[in-house]
């Protein structure tokens, strides 16, 4: 992915997953409504298991311009290996969709925080909904942990997050999301891309067109595959001649989850983080991914896990401090990268990997968070970097995007004041910047 949203804020997309209540009783991961972090090309959804859902309601409109690109896709499509049967069968029932055109260009609008985001995906709903889910699926999900090396509990945290366990996979056609996409241009090129894999779904005969729903992004079934990943990764679990991510029986979307991080290079046993304690005049400059040292390490330098000891040497790991230093501290190892390749928003990352540990009985986040903050909206983090910019600490870019390039020169700038260097780009960093 071009970024890590990482530290407190998280851009979200309010998606139709989104349209659900979470109740004491949770998507992949949604609570309170819960919202579609876009990353690598992705969506996923923070979920909670949810008791009913929210119709989602697409307005149909016809558009001339999109008759017109249809025909002139029509031959691009050809060209690459679709049938004639395959496009009439997929476009017999599709149209186009200006809802979704409004949800992807408003995406950047609104913000969580981390916090506010890990209430959510590891609320005791979710928590709870999960360990019901991995009960009534043990037999399947002990199957697919022996063959991929992927813990169970892991793969429940994401189907969790991706569509509170099956409950809300979404029900937009897919054909038509993505041709909408592809038409309106703004990412036409990615989008036609996804439109033309999701045809070679259908042409294989894994699912029937007008089955062939999800999110409004084109994200799909149980852990929300897009149609490229799809057809990279996903696995006919069953043994029945179709790679079904989108049915009932979960089987093969979650075995093809397994497989995904598998394929990435997951270990088996080795933690994606874990929640440590900072001693007094901690080098704040070493919370740094590009630092890494043996946890054995870490704690000669006096970091240790929030019971006092030191980690075990699982590998090489980095201190990460998404909310900066008034918020939780955590030593990630190797895992953390690999289930970034799902979604690379470090709020994501780091939800999945805290429900699988609460799947597993592990106990909340011990530290506090700095629930007085608010998340930057998408225009005042453009004005951060521009600010940061002109001062002499280049962003590389005013996206708007809290990446490593912002952090860094959020870092730079804080060393050159005298301030805490944890890099994280909150509010009253901004308003120092006025």
């Known amino acids: 992915m071009p970024f890590r949203a990482i530290l407190s804020t998280v851009v979200v997309a309010l998606s139709a997953e989104a349209a659900v209540a979470d109740i004491a ?13 876009l990353q690598n090309g992705r969506y996923a959804a923070p979920a909670v298991a949810q008791t009913s859902e929210v119709p989602q309601v697409t307005e149909i409109a016809a558009n001339s311009g999109y008759d017109a690109w249809l025909a002139a896709f029509h ?51 979710r928590v709870n909904n999960g360990k019901d889910a991995l009960r009534k699926h043990a037999k399947t999900l002990d199957a697919i942990e022996a ?25 937009i056609d897919i054909i038509s999301a993505l041709s909408t996409l592809a038409f309106d241009g703004r990412r036409g090129q990615f989008f036609e891309g996804q439109l033309v894999a999701a045809l070679k779904i259908l042409q294989a005969g894994d699912v029937a067109p007008r ?43 979650l075995a093809s989850t397994a497989a995904y991080l598998a394929r990435f290079g997951w270990v088996k046993g080795m933690p994606w983080g874990v929640e440590v304690k900072l001693p007094e005049g901690f080098d704040y400059t070493q919370s740094n991914r590009r630092i890494e040292k043996m946890p ?56 999945v990997g805290h429900l699988s540990d609460r799947l597993k009985g592990g106990p909340k986040i011990q530290s506090d968070w700095p629930r007085g903050d608010r ?51 909150s509010l009253m960093l901004l308003e120092r910047l006025r």
């Open 25 to 37: 009783v949770r998507r992949p991961g949604k609570s309170a409504p819960d919202v579609a972090v």
């Open 147 to 171: 063959k991929y090396g992927v813990e169970k509990e892991v793969v429940a945290a994401i189907w969790g997050l991706e569509s509170a366990y099956g409950t809300f996979r979404g029900d």
């Open 375 to 425: 998340a930057l909206t998408f225009v005042e983090r453009q004005e951060m970097q521009e600010r940061l910019t002109d001062a002499g600490f280049s962003t590389k870019g005013i996206d708007g995007r809290i990446g490593p390039n912002t952090i860094d020169a959020v870092r730079d700038y804080q060393l050159s004041k005298g301030l805490i260097p944890d890099g994280y780009p």
């Open 75 to 125: 031959g691009r499509a050809v060209s690459q290996g679709i049938s004639e049967a395959t496009l009439q069968r997929a476009f017999a029932g599709a149209t186009y969709l200006p809802d979704v055109v409004k949800k992807d260009r408003n995406q950047s609008e609104f913000t969580k925080t981390l916090w506010d985001y890990l209430d959510s995906a590891a609320s005791d709903a």
């Open 211 to 253: 089955n062939m729903t999800g999110s409004w992004a084109g994200a799909m079934g149980h852990t929300q595959f897009i149609p490229t990943s799809y057809l990279d990764y996903a696995v006919d679990f069953t043994g029945d001649g179709r790679r079904d991510i989108w049915g009932d029986d979960p089987s093969d979307a």
């Open 296 to 351: 054995s390490d870490w704690a000669r330098m006096g970091i240790t896990d929030i019971s006092g000891h030191a980690v075990r040497d699982f590998g090489a790991a980095s201190i990460l401090l998404p909310a900066g230093a008034q918020g939780a501290a955590f030593m990630i190892f190797k895992n953390f990268s690999v289930i970034e390749r799902y979604n690379t928003a470090d709020a994501y990352v780091i939800g």
